[in-house]
Each structure stands twice: as structure tokens, then as C-alpha cells.
Nanobody, 131 residues
Framework: QVQLVESGGGLVQAGGSLRLSCAAS????????MGWFRQAPGKEREFVAA???????????VYADSVKGRFTISRDNAKNTQSLQMNSLKPEDTAVYYC?????????????????????WGQGTQVTVSS
């Protein structure tokens, strides 16, 4: 069982920045694909970014088009954490942001940008961007 705990959400003005963090339990964090999703009120949960496991502690960062160039995903395997640096925030970025972990079993599907590709989820952290 993997537990994920997000932090770093809050209220920020448009154009501002926030950094989200996700702390994970478990001894095999380095083998997980890790992702960030978000869900705005009345909308479905959507993919934001992921670090996909390429093998041998190698990862590829991938982003949704809506955040490309503004958000940066990173991970620290020594600390079992992943982060999402969000710059140039827009009101449409307002949502609850979720951290997700993909274990080897689901990695075989080759997908990373849908919620059913992930095994474990955090409780979410609210990000509100005012105009």
C-alpha cells in the first residue's frame, strides 16, 4: 500500500506561482510512475503532468498542452517526493490537484495521462487563482 500526501496549495493571483509537493510512503518509490491530475468544480479530473518510468532510474516528463511551458514536474527519489512548480498561473488553473502513483502492474498499459492508469491517489490540495 502506498500513501500519498499533497501539500502546497493555496490562493494566488493570476500570473503568480505555487509549488505543490507530494510525499509518498513505500520502499519502491523510484520504480513508480508519478503523476499530477486536477479537477475543477463541475468538471472531470484531467491530466496535468507525469514522470513516466523508463527503467534504470530514468524518467520522462510529460505535460498536458494546457500547462506546457508553465508547469514543471520533478521528483526526488531519495526523499520519496515529487513536486509541481506552477508559474504564470491562470484562473482556469483553479482546481483540486491530486498526486498519483503508477506501479509496475499498470505501467504495462503504456498510458500515463488517464486516471485509471494509476494505482494510488492522494487526498488532493486546493489551488485557487484569482483574476
Amino acid at each position: 500500500q502506498v500513501q500519498l500526501v499533497e501539500s502546497g496549495g493555496g490562493l494566488v493571483q493570476a500570473g503568480g506561482s505555487l509549488r505543490l509537493s507530494c510525499a509518498a510512503s513505500g520502499r519502491t518509490f523510484s520504480t513508480y510512475g508519478m503523476g499530477w491530475f486536477r479537477q475543477a468544480p463541475g468538471k472531470e479530473r484531467e491530466f496535468v503532468a507525469a514522470t513516466t518510468w523508463m527503467g534504470s532510474n530514468s524518467y520522462e516528463a510529460v505535460y498536458a498542452d494546457s500547462v506546457k511551458g508553465r508547469f514543471t514536474i520533478s521528483r526526488d527519489n531519495a526523499k520519496n517526493t515529487q513536486s509541481l512548480q506552477m508559474n504564470s498561473l491562470k484562473p482556469e488553473d483553479t482546481a483540486v490537484y491530486y498526486c498519483a502513483a503508477q506501479t509496475a502492474a499498470k505501467r504495462k498499459s503504456g498510458t500515463y495521462n488517464v486516471d485509471y492508469a494509476y494505482d494510488y491517489w492522494g487526498q488532493g490540495t486546493q489551488v485557487t487563482v484569482s483574476s
